[in-house]
């Protein structure tokens, strides 16, 4: 069993690796072609990492998309890109926007996306302990057959509103905006969001190349990283880094607290019900 | 290092068991206190399964919920729920509500959400693919230290809509009335998705269940399933099992594509961009 897991523990290496290289030689396939400039340190500093790539990625925006008038399920695909901006906009640039619909026009902010394939499910659950705790609280892994793990990095952060109903105009010019300002406000809370990960990923894996360099894994423990159980096998290993984690957990926690309040009217309140303490619990 | 992975695999089992019943046991702390009637089938199901257990839910909601009207991050926890309603709606239940505002209220509709604890990392493979093949497309996996693997069924639909600021209302009453048509349409969408969710859950339930009874596993094997490598290191073992999944991973990626078409204007677009392909590309 032993050579089983070895091996496939090494193939996995050679292909993330293979995966990685594809993936940064590939063309850039998003509308814009380019990764968004708000978050270009965080991709680079992903990416120099040999455990990690970032598949996609988005800094936020605030989008006006307009609809097909008829709301059947079939015929939403024909829709219409108004307006879209990667920092804060103007009213004017909405109001410019929804005048050009001929369908049901909706404001949208949509928050700092990310998704980074990991070498090994370690890594995720390092990426996904800084995503959760500097308040991307609907971050989550995905584990697929042939080996692919991805986390993706996501934010509860929202706003979505319909503006014009078959090209009418259903607000006042007021209304519009009030809505810019609540959509900046969000802009700005997202970027705020996006420094404190970076931060938080900046020290997380300083820590754990630290722990790396200090203590060097014998060969036989490594083939036990690519079990979901390692952090438990290997805890006789290191008191330190585990010393070293726990006080970072609860420094994270209490930010999380102050997160969490400031998150209850506009969080994702249904899975607020329990989903926080959960992952609190999860990684701690 | 074979009696390690063993010991802990069981170990791991054991432990499973625990959690399960002491989380069965114990009251509800939700607000409401039981488990929302649309979905009581999908969390009998799912408790009804060794591998599963539900740890919170929502069926889905609209609410109503007035802010503090200082904008500012430490005042946002002083809100009010001033409606709220796990079924459609009438314009008057929120032209009511908003009406009893004295800060900022939102409207929002927050879709089905559910916490699943899942025995194996492989069971929750499982529970995230039945996820996005139903629609669910920010599912993800949580996997904590302690060996708690947690998959989060999760949907991108959403509304959010400012409707008074400090206590003044900011919108007519006819767009109150479209906007609840909004709400109710996204509330049947929702129901639907849940539905597919369940017909998916079965199906993938069932034929686990089957695979099991004609294949059982041998001890050896049971040991490495705890790796996220089991499913490609047992593919010698069962090449029914792998046409079985081809044949319903194909079912499900034309549904998929069905589904990408109608999720163009009112998904998570941010995340549209490549979230879908990857997410296939994972699965397959």
């Known amino acids: 069993m032993n050579s089983v897991v070895t091996v496939t523990g090494s193939v996995m290496e050679k292909t993330f690796r293979q995966w990685k290289k594809q993936s940064l030689n590939k063309l850039d396939h998003s509308k814009k072609g380019t990764v968004d400039e708000d978050i270009q340190h965080v991709v680079s500093l992903l990416n120099s990492r040999e455990e990690y790539f970032t598949t996609s990625s988005c800094s936020g925006r605030i989008v006006l998309i307009d609809g097909a008038a008829d709301r059947s399920d079939v015929q939403k695909q024909d829709c219409v890109w108004l307006f879209v901006s990667h920092h804060k906009c103007q009213p004017e640039d909405v ?38 705790n500097s308040g991307f609280r609907n971050s989550g892994l995905t584990v697929g057959k042939t080996g692919k793990i ?85 805890k006789g290993e290191s008191e330190e880094k585990e010393k070293k984690k726990k ?38």
């Open 247 to 284: 006080t970072s957990v609860y420094k994270r926690r209490r930010k999380r607290e102050q997160h969490r309040q400031t998150d209850c009217c506009h969080g994702d309140g249904s899975s607020s019900v329990s989903e926080p303490d959960q992952s609190l619990d999860l990684f701690t």
């Open 95 to 132: 109001i410019s926007g929804v005048s050009r619909s001929d369908g049901d026009a909706v404001l949208k902010f949509e928050p700092f996306v990310l998704h980074v394939q990991c070498r090994r499910l370690e890594d995720a659950q390092l990426m996904h302990f800084v995503a959760i």
């Open 150 to 234: 991805i986390t993706a990095v996501r934010s509860t952060h929202g706003l979505e509103v319909p503006l014009s109903h078959e090209g009418k105009l259903l607000v006042e010019h007021e209304y519009i905006h009030f809505l810019t300002q609540i959509a900046n406000q969000k802009m700005e809370e997202n970027l705020r969001r996006i420094d404190r990960f970076y931060q938080n990923l900046q020290s997380a894996l300083s820590a754990e190349k630290l722990q790396k360099l200090q203590i060097p894994d014998p060969p036989a423990s490594q083939e036990l990283q690519d079990s979901p159980h390692s952090l438990e096998t290997e």
